[in-house]
Each structure stands twice: as structure tokens, then as C-alpha cells.
């Protein structure tokens, strides 16, 4: 660790943030850990449950996405948004399974005023009533759309980077990487907390990584929530035959986001399924702090209710039997 670990930055640059992804792992692991320690409860883990509440039909033509019109080859139905008092009724079943945040999506490309909208208004105030903290990602917004979301409770806006500006139109070209920028300036001139992060495993370099983290990293202040995702190739999306990332790789990005992001939420987000056990507890020892809990996110695979269980079992403070305590 060095004098500077866990000190908030806003000035980062793209060589400082490769010289930490490149550290020995074993070192870049500590150096996140001791960081996490200093800003975060360890043995906190948020679990946050994500609804699509608008699937499929988006004219956006992002790679990776199978929510997507642009791919017709994806075996996906199109669902329009849902009844409210459902939306609430299933943050309600995800609080009482432990769930503290309620994530709703909707494949849009940006929020259009009317009957929809005011829906999702009222999906907002529902989850907030609750206790629970609400999220939604919605794509681009105006800012007398932000105000209403502050007004009706919303605790943050889901709005990712996906990637860095350099590599960013390889992955989508029907929206600029500056209209993300103006979304999340209008979102946090309204009091809204920021959520935003991005995607490995999408055919980009070490550097494109460092480039995104150092976008998010030299925001003032940083995003209170930062997703990580790992690709998850969806047969007739354009990234379909690419490989899985190896593990490790998630392990380097959320390390290296704790460590110039310390005070945020690093959240262990798409792609935890295809993990075991152990790196899971691995990328949570590097400094992730929350995942996502449910089978789904939005319309991919996640790791099961049950599975989670079992996980957050055995990172409670264990209980020795009586043989146990004899032998010690």
C-alpha cells in the first residue's frame, strides 16, 4: 500500500490506472483491499434486484445487447412495460429475500413524456415506500424528465460508459459517447446519484479499460455506483463467438476501480454466473461490495437465488463446533 492508496482523486491519468492493472495480482489485491477497508464496511455485500420492466424493441444497435431491434437473430420477445402495481409487488418479494436496492430497466432509447413515463413515475414512488432504494436506466433523458424522477424519490439512474471513447463506436454507433456524458450531467444536476461503469470482454485493450475507469475516475465527485460487467455473449448479438473473459480479468477491473474510485459502490454485476464460489469471494475481497440477486438481469443469465445463499452463508462469520473449540 502507499501513502496515496484510498486518497480521493479526480485527477487520474490513463498510464497511472495500466501501472495498477498491471501490478502483480497478489499486490494490486492487498493494495484494493486495504483502500476497502479504509472507506467501506467489509463484511457489507448490498444485494440489488434489476427487473426488465420494458423488454425488447430498442432501436439502439449496441453489440452486446440482445434487447436490441437491430438483431433480429435473437430469440427474444418484445413485452411492453409493465403494470406498476406488478413492478411493486416483485420489489416487494425481492426486499423480503434481501434484497436493499430495486433496479427497473426499460429497452428505450431515451424517455418519452406520456402514460409511460408517468408509469414509471409511479414504479418510483412504489419502491421508494417500501424502504428500499430505487434505480432505474431508462437511456437518455431531458432535464424536467430528471426532476420528476428527484421529485418521485429515485435514489439513482443507471446510464453506463460501456466502454472507452476510443473503442466505444466498435460497439454502437446510434448513440455518441458525448450524449452519454450530457445524460449523466443532466441526471446529477438533479441530486440523482450517478450509476455508471462498464463491460469487459468485448474485444478491448488493457488500455481501453484504463480509459474508461480514468473517464469515471476524473468525474467530480465519482459515480456513487460503479456496475462492472463481463460480457455475457448472447447467440445473435454481433459479440456472440466471443470468449468469456478469464476471471481474473474481472478480479484486476474491480480492484483497480476500487483503487481510484474508493468511496464508491463497485458493483459485481453481469457475468457473476459463469464464476465459482472462489472468485467471486475474490472480486469481493478486491473491493466489490455489491452484486445483483436474482436468476435474471434484465434478459441474461445471473447467478440463482439459492446459489447466493449458500454464498453469503459462507462469507458469514463462521460458527466452530463444539469439537472444534476443544482442539483449539
Same mark, same amino acid.
Given at each position: 500500500?502507499?501513502a496515496l492508496?484510498g486518497?480521493?482523486?479526480h485527477?487520474?491519468t ?13 499486490e494490486?489485491?492487498?493494495r /484494493? ?16 434486484s ?6 425488447g ?10 434487447q436490441?431491434?437491430?438483431h433480429?437473430?435473437?430469440d427474444?420477445?418484445?413485452?411492453r412495460?409493465?403494470?406498476? /402495481?406488478?413492478?411493486i ?18 429497452a ?9 413515463f ?13 424502504g ?6 431508462l ?6 424528465q ?9 435514489t439513482a ?5 460501456? @466502454? ?17 456524458l450530457e445524460?449523466l ?23 481501453d ?6 473517464v ?8 456513487e ?8 455473449p448472447?447467440?445473435? @448479438?454481433?459479440?456472440?463467438?466471443? /470468449? ?12 483497480? /476501480? ?6 464508491s ?6 457475468g ?9 469471494i475474490?472480486?469481493l475481497?478486491?473491493?466489490a461490495?455489491?452484486?445483483f440477486?436474482?436468476d435474471?438481469?434484465?434478459?441474461t443469465?445471473?447467478?440463482g437465488i ?9 462469507l458469514?462469520r ?11
Open positions: 500500500m502507499t492508496d486518497v480521493i482523486r485527477d487520474w490513463v498510464e497511472e490506472i495500466l501501472d495498477l492493472q498491471d501490478a502483480p495480482l497478489l494490486l489485491v492487498g /484494493a483491499n486495504a483502500v476497502h477497508r479504509q472507506h467501506h464496511d467489509p463484511n457489507k455485500v448490498q444485494k440489488a434489476l427487473l426488465s420492466i420494458k423488454t424493441g430498442c432501436p439502439e444497435d449496441c453489440a452486446y445487447c440482445p436490441s431491434a437491430h433480429r437473430e435473437v427474444l420477445s418484445r413485452d412495460l409493465m403494470d406498476p /402495481a406488478k413492478v409487488a416483485l420489489a416487494e418479494t425481492a426486499k423480503a429475500a434481501g434484497a436493499e436496492r430495486f433496479c427497473m430497466g426499460a428505450w432509447r431515451q424517455v418519452r413524456d406520456g402514460k409511460e408517468d408509469a414509471v413515475i409511479d414504479m418510483v414512488a412504489g419502491v421508494r415506500a417500501l428500499m432504494e430505487a434505480c432505474v436506466t437511456g437518455m433523458l431531458k432535464p424536467h430528471a426532476e420528476r424522477l428527484a421529485a418521485a424519490g429515485l439512474y443507471n446510464h453506463n460508459l460501456d @466502454t472507452s471513447p476510443k473503442f466505444y463506436g466498435q460497439i454502437i454507433s446510434t448513440r455518441t459517447y458525448e450524449d452519454r445524460t450531467a443532466i441526471v446529477r444536476s438533479f441530486g440523482i446519484d450517478l450509476c455508471c461503469g462498464g463491460i469487459i470482454g468485448m474485444g478491448e485493450t488493457m488500455r479499460r484504463a480509459s474508461m475507469l480514468q469515471l475516475a476524473t468525474m467530480a465527485p465519482h459515480p455506483s460503479v456496475p462492472i460487467n463481463a460480457l455475457v448472447v447467440e445473435g @448479438t454481433p459479440l456472440a463467438n466471443r /470468449a468469456r473473459i478469464d476471471p481474473l480479468d474481472l478480479v484486476r477491473m474491480v480492484a483497480t /476501480a476500487r483503487l481510484v474510485m474508493p468511496g459502490t463497485v458493483r459485481l454485476s453481469a457473476r454466473s459463469a464464476l465459482n464460489r472462489e472468485a467471486q475474490l472480486c475481497v478486491a473491493g461490495n455489491s452484486v440477486y436474482g435474471t438481469l434484465l434478459t443469465p445471473n447467478s439459492g446459489e447466493d445463499a449458500h454464498l453469503f452463508a459462507d458469514a463462521r460458527e466452530p463446533t463444539c469439537t472444534q473449540r476443544a482442539a483449539s
